[in-house]
């Protein structure tokens, strides 16, 4: 059974940052990607980052500049910096992996508010 298990989510003020982890149950690189997603009642889930087994990263639009994946093989974890969050970065934040079939966290709240 693989598992990935997102961790560090919370409540932050606007222009706050906060650090996602997603802890894996294997290594991270016998995964084809890894990345983050998010979700808000009556959304579609939105893709936020994603990092490849090669290293190559790719952004969502509406993240780019501020959200930074990044991982740390030896601890099978990937991270999401998300810095001068905004209201709108409110959501449910899914950590992903993919491997011949996707796999999905369970989900962290974040919440961005004064």
């Known amino acids: 059974q693989v598992l990935v298990a997102e961790s560090g989510g919370g409540t932050v003020q606007p222009g706050g940052s906060l650090r996602l982890s997603c802890a894996a149950s294997?290594?991270?690189?016998?995964?084809?990607?890894m990345g983050w997603y998010r979700q808000t009642p009556g959304k579609e889930r939105e893709l936020l980052a994603y990092i490849t087994r090669e290293g190559s990263t790719n952004y969502g639009d509406s993240v780019k500049g501020r959200f930074a994946i990044s991982r740390d093989s030896a601890k099978n974890t990937v991270y999401l910096q998300m810095n001068s969050l905004k209201p709108e970065d409110t959501a449910v934040y899914y950590c992903y992996a993919h491997s011949g079939r996707p796999y999905w966290g369970q989900g962290t709240q974040v919440t961005v508010s004064s």
């Open positions: 294997r290594s991270i690189l016998s995964f084809n990607g």
